[in-house]
Structure formats: structure tokens, C-alpha cells
């Protein structure tokens, strides 16, 4: 059975610049249709903020869109290459089992890639089966919401739908389909992919369309490679320390997993912190630690320097007269200005989680001595800043220790030196402090249910909590308490 193109309006109106470009980025694909495609979740605010009909795609219409079994109107399907350093190894990939239906255009004249993940092999599958389990798209739906509704830049899931059959891993799991929408797809990998080609005329049309796409206003800067370097690297800088703010581990920041937009993508074997500790790993490929929580900015520069490193040839053919060299080090100084970036964004963010409107040049010993006696007491990260903006914070046990103690009453000095209110320092924190996060044995549990039992109200009622993050509910107290002292460690996996 071949997927057919639907024509019912349901407001889809796409326009497909990628498919206009060289073939060697992508390669036309149809998905495979699959079984017996239902609708397990679905987005009714972001479908109708993409300007998508949801009443028409809350059901077997959407089902059968959702699954490749039925393509909206003038989709034009591709799987798109790229390479990747994976765990720092040097890769040529491609989507394997994602296709990109098309860039779907908002009322608002905003552009998203709509893409198909687990929709059946493509030429780029090196022999896997394409497909994906119901588990990790829903995985992906919940982290992607909660980062959304936490603010920070992320792709986001318009539906998963189940296929009606199996997949099989270490054993057999039922199969799913994930919607994903995003800025657009473009990674640091897709550059690395023309850069290995030695196709240099590609890559710089292709650099352009990534500009034109990201980055209009660059198009016409003196340099406008060089100034792309610096507008990409500035993005993942604000990513990663959003990140680190709320305690989020992504476990595979792999080059191909770094996206020019500034958006998190694939949502793996990630994880949120509970207890700090800078060296917190989850996934259970990371033996090393490559991507735990602290070495999280420095491999962000890292992939930064390989995204450079493509981008060179460009920078050269645009100063002759300086030459490579010249050119390296441009970018060289870009990308030696990523940790003054990230700190900055960093200390800015963690400035207001302690109430902080003034600058002061001890801040940033202030804040690391506060983390170095939550990671020596295991404090829970979330709940632990959270509590800092209530006024009966000394009255809890936990807070008597005299490390603490001395560490508040610095605090406290440094907030009397700022002209702003305490209730107003109160207010500030209360907005950068999540009450709830998608604690890690919420998700399991969600995903547990839902995946074995055909039981959704669970992960119903975790998303409708997550959606307010920054809410005092008492009624959402209990998404608020950590696992249970003594449980087995938590360790994620990629879920391919």
C-alpha cells in the first residue's frame, strides 16, 4: 500500500523550501503505511497555533496523517542527511526513521518543520527497521511539552499516534508514530555533511538557505558567515544555560543532535536531575560522563568548534586576501567567547532564581557556594530553590545545617544591597523556580501505564501539571516529591 496524498483542507499549507534544494541533503520518502494507526495524544493548542484544523485531526483523519498512511496536501516527503560526532566518533547519517513532510506556514506567516518520527526506513537507515516504540514518542512528548511550558526553546510534539504494530528491541513493544514541529531541523551535523563532501558551492547555498531561514538580517552583514557563527553559537549559549537552570540533562548532545536554531531536539535518554550533583549522569551509553550535567557547556563549545570548522572554507573564499588562516582565526575567536557567552546568560538566569536584580561581582561565588553545599548535603535541586522563595524557609530542618546557615545570611546581606523589595526579589523568584518538572519516576510511571496498561490518564494528568510549572498548587504537591530514598538508581536509555 503506497501513502496517498490527501486533499480534505484541514489547514495545512505547506511550503517546501528544503525540498527545493540540492538533492544531496535529503532523499525523497514516502512513509510506510502501518497497520492500524490511533491517535494516542494529541496537541489541540499547537495544532490550532499552526493554524491546523483540530477538530478535523482529533480522530481517524488525523490518525491516518499522523501515521504516513494519508499526506496532507502538498506535502513534499524527504529524510534528510546529515553526519554527527557521536560520543566525539565521526558519523555520516541521516534520518533513519524520521521524514520531513514539509514546512508548514501559521497564520502568522512562521515557518515549522512537520516531521514523521518511526514513519518506516529510509536509504538512510543502515539496516535498522525504522520504526519506533510507544514509550520513548511519548517520552518525547511529555519532556518536549514541559520544556516548553518551562520556556525554554525546545522542538514540540503535535500527536503520537500508535500503529497497531509491533517493534521489536530486547523485546516486543507496540509501535508509534511521533509528530515532531520545529523551527526547522537543520544541525550542526548537516554542515559537517556537506563540509565531508568537499562540496563547497552547495555548502555555501545551503549556509544562505540556513540563514535566510534563521538569520535574514545576516544576509547582508559585512561578513555574514562569520556573523552566523556568532548568532548560533550566542543561541546554544541561552539553550544550555536553560539547561543548566532547571537542572535538565539531555544525555546525547552528539553533533547531529545540536540544532542551529537553538531548539533542544530528540528527546532520548534524557533526564531531569533530582538530587545536584554536577556529575549526575543518566543514560546508560554515557559511560564515560561525555554529556553529564556540568560538561554540558563545554561540549556545547565543542560542537560549536566542529560547526566552525565547516563554515571555514566560506569565511576564506570571503578574505582572499587574509586567507585560511585569517579565517580560522575569526572563528577561533568565536568560539573562544562561548564560556563569557554562557556564563553570562548562566549567572543572568541564576541571579533571578535567587531573587537578584543588581549585579554585583561576588555573585557568581555566591551562587557556586550555595550549589557546593546542595551536591555535599544532596539537596534536591527543584525543590530546594523553590523553597528559597518562601518566608518560612528557616523553620524547615533541613535548611539548620551551619553551612547553610552562613551561606543564607550572606544571601540575605546581598539582597539588602539591591533598592528592590524583598517581596518584589520573592516575585522574581517565583517565576524562574519551577514548583514541578517532570520528575523522572512521574514520567516512568506515565509511560508505564500508558505503554502496558492502555492507561492515559496518568500521563493526562502529569502534562495538565506541567503546563503550569511555575504554580504554588497545593493539589499538584505530590508531582512535587522526589523518588523514594533508596530506590535503585535511574538510568534512561536511547530507545531507538
Not at 506535502?75 to 553526519?83: D, S
Not at 497564520?107 to 518506516?120: C, I
Not at 552583514?221 to 543548566?244: C, G, H, T
Request: proline share 5%; hydrophobic share 40%; aromatic share 10%.
Amino acid at each position: 500500500m503506497n501513502a496517498i496524498t490527501h486533499s480534505k483542507t484541514t489547514g495545512w499549507r505547506f511550503d517546501n523550501t528544503y525540498a527545493r534544494l540540492s538533492e544531496a541533503l535529503y532523499a525523497r520518502q514516502n512513509p510506510v503505511p502501518v497497520l492500524e494507526p490511533k491517535i494516542v495524544v494529541f496537541n489541540h493548542a499547537l495544532a490550532e497555533s499552526l493554524g491546523l484544523d483540530a477538530r478535523q485531526l482529533d480522530g481517524d483523519h488525523g490518525a491516518a496523517v499522523f501515521s504516513g498512511n494519508q499526506l496532507p496536501e502538498n506535502a513534499e516527503p524527504l529524510a534528510q542527511a546529515y553526519a554527527g560526532h557521536q560520543f566525539g566518533h565521526f558519523t555520516m547519517l541521516g534520518d533513519g526513521r524520521a521524514i520531513l513532510l514539509g514546512e508548514q506556514i501559521t497564520p502568522e506567516q512562521k515557518r515549522f518543520d512537520v516531521q514523521l518520527k518511526g514513519a518506516g526506513p529510509t536509504s538512510f537507515s543502515r539496516g535498522g527497521d525504522g520504526r519506533a516504540a510507544l514509550g520513548p514518542m511519548l517520552r518525547e512528548y511529555i519532556i518536549s511539552e514541559a520544556m516548553h511550558f518551562l520556556g525554554i526553546p525546545t522542538t514540540r510534539s503535535l500527536a503520537v499516534v500508535s500503529t497497531g504494530e509491533q517493534v521489536y528491541r530486547d523485546t516486543s513493544l507496540p509501535g508509534a508514530i511521533l509528530t515532531r514541529i520545529a523551527e526547522s531541523h537543520i544541525r550542526v551535523g548537516t554542515f559537517q555533511y556537506l563540509a565531508a563532501r568537499g562540496d563547497i558551492e552547495t555548502l555555501r547555498a545551503f549556509t544562505r538557505y540556513a540563514m535566510k531561514r534563521h538569520d535574514p538580517e545576516l544576509l547582508e552583514a559585512d561578513n555574514p558567515y562569520l556573523a552566523f557563527l556568532q548568532s548560533v553559537m550566542e543561541r546554544q549559549a541561552v539553550l544550555v544555560a536553560k539547561w543548566q537552570m532547571v537542572g535538565f540533562i539531555h544525555g546525547v548532545v552528539n553533533t547531529d543532535n545540536m540544532a542551529i536554531s537553538g531548539e533542544t531536539i530528540d528527546y532520548g535518554p534524557c533526564a531531569f536531575m533530582d538530587i545536584y550533583h554536577p556529575a549526575t549522569v543518566f543514560s546508560s551509553i554515557d559511560r564515560g560522563g561525555r554529556y553529564a550535567y556540568a560538561n554540558q557547556p563545554p561540549i556545547a563549545q565543542w560542537n560549536l568548534a566542529r560547526f566552525a570548522e565547516t563554515l571555514l572554507p566560506l569565511l576564506s573564499l570571503l578574505n582572499e586576501k587574509q586567507g585560511q588562516e585569517e579565517a580560522q582565526k575569526m572563528a577561533e575567536n568565536v568560539i573562544l567567547s562561548f564560556p563569557e557567552v554562557f556564563q553570562r546568560h548562566w549567572l543572568n538566569g541564576m541571579r533571578a532564581k535567587l531573587g537578584l536584580f543588581t549585579q554585583e561581582s561576588d555573585d557568581a561565588t555566591l551562587i557556586e557556594r550555595l550549589l557546593t553545599w546542595m551536591s555535599a548535603s544532596q539537596a534536591d535541586y527543584t525543590n530546594t530553590f523553590r523553597a528559597l522563595c518562601s518566608n518560612t524557609l528557616n523553620e524547615k530542618s533541613f535548611f539548620q545545617d551551619e553551612d547553610f546557615k552562613a551561606w543564607y545570611s550572606l544571601w540575605q546581606s546581598r539582597l539588602a544591597r539591591q533598592p528592590e523589595t524583598p517581596e518584589k526579589a520573592f516575585t522574581l523568584m517565583r517565576t524562574h523556580n519551577p514548583c514541578v518538572i517532570p520528575r523522572n519516576h512521574r514520567v516512568e510511571e506515565a509511560l508505564q501505564a500508558a505503554a502496558e496498561n492502555n492507561d492515559l490518564t496518568v500521563m493526562e494528568n502529569l502534562l495538565t501539571v506541567l503546563k503550569t510549572p511555575y504554580a504554588d498548587l497545593p493539589e499538584n504537591n505530590q508531582y512535587r516529591l522526589p523518588p523514594d530514598p533508596g530506590g535503585a538508581a535511574y538510568q534512561t536509555f536511547c530507545g531507538t
